[in-house]
C-alpha cells in the first residue's frame, strides 16, 4: 500500500497569514493526488484535485503544488471557516489512501 | 441538487453485521462509480471499497475482503454496505462517496476525486 505522510499533524495560525501542509508519498503517484477539506462535524470536501486543480466553487486562496512523491497545500490568507482538517489522498493505486490529517486551528 | 443520503445510526454487538444504506438523488446513480470510507473516532479516513453501479463490480481494501460486501439498486437509487463479523474498532463514521470520473467503464475502475459525499452513519459497536 503507498503511505501518505502529512505533515504538521496540526498548527495553529492568525487569520490572513499564509499556511501550508506538505504531503509525501511512499513512491511516485503520477500526480494523482487530491485534498480534502473537513469542517468539524460535516463530511469531507475536496478542494484540489490532480495536485493543483481548484475543485468548483472553492475559493482562490487555496492552491495546490507538488509532483512525484512530493506535494504541497497552502492556503495564502486563513480565514476564519478555513477551520478544520485537511486530508491529501492518492488514487495512483488501490487500495485508495490519505494522508493522517493537518488540523488546522486560529490562533 | 446531488446528494447522497445515508441511513441512521446504528448499535451492534460485537460479532453482528450491519447494512448501510446511501440515496442518490439529483443524478443517475448508474453512471458514477460509488465509494465507501470510514473514519474511526478522532481518527482519519480510510478507504473501504469502490462499486460499479452500472456493471455490479466491486474491487475493496484487502483488509476488509470477505467481510464487506457493495451492492447497488439502480431501480431506487440506493447503494448498500454491509460489513459482518463487527468488532469493537469497527466503531466509526461511515461515509460513500461518488467518484467523478465519467464517463465509467463496464469492466474497469478508473479513479479521479470523490466530489460527493454522504451525509454519515455512525456505526457503534459494544457489548
Known amino acids: 500500500d503507498i503511505q501518505m505522510t502529512q505533515s504538521p499533524s496540526s498548527l495553529s495560525a492568525s487569520v490572513g497569514d499564509r499556511v501550508t501542509i506538505t504531503c509525501q508519498a511512499s513512491?511516485?503517484?503520477?500526480?494523482?493526488l487530491n485534498w480534502y477539506q473537513q469542517s468539524p462535524g460535516e463530511a469531507p470536501k475536496v478542494v484540489i484535485y490532480d495536485a493543483s486543480n481548484l475543485a468548483t466553487g472553492v475559493p482562490s486562496r487555496f492552491s495546490g503544488g507538488g509532483s512525484g512523491t512530493d506535494f504541497t497545500f497552502t492556503i495564502s490568507s486563513l480565514r476564519p471557516e478555513d477551520v478544520g482538517t485537511y486530508y491529501c489522498q492518492q488514487y495512483d493505486n488501490v487500495p485508495l489512501t490519505f494522508g493522517g490529517g493537518t488540523k488546522v486551528e486560529i490562533k | 441538487q446531488v446528494q447522497l443520503v445515508q441511513s441512521g445510526a446504528e448499535m451492534k454487538k460485537p460479532g453482528a453485521s450491519v447494512r448501510i444504506s446511501c440515496k442518490a438523488s439529483g443524478y443517475d446513480l448508474s453512471t458514477y462509480y460509488m465509494h465507501w470510507v470510514r473514519q474511526a473516532p478522532g481518527q482519519g479516513l480510510e478507504w473501504i471499497g469502490i462499486?460499479?453501479?452500472?456493471?455490479?463490480?466491486?474491487h475493496s481494501a484487502q483488509k476488509f475482503q470477505g467481510r464487506v460486501t457493495m451492492t447497488t439498486d439502480t431501480s431506487t437509487s440506493t447503494g448498500y454496505m454491509d460489513l459482518s463479523s463487527l468488532t469493537s474498532e469497527d466503531t466509526a463514521v461511515y461515509y460513500c462517496?461518488?467518484?467523478?470520473?465519467?464517463?465509467?467503464?463496464?469492466?474497469?475502475?478508473?479513479?479521479?476525486?470523490?466530489?460527493?459525499w454522504g451525509t454519515g452513519t455512525t456505526v457503534s459497536v459494544s457489548s
Open positions: 513512491q511516485d503517484i503520477n500526480n494523482y
Open positions: 462499486i460499479n453501479p452500472g456493471g455490479g463490480g466491486t
Open positions: 462517496a461518488r467518484d467523478s470520473y465519467w464517463p465509467i467503464s463496464s469492466n474497469d475502475f478508473y479513479y479521479n476525486y470523490m466530489d460527493v
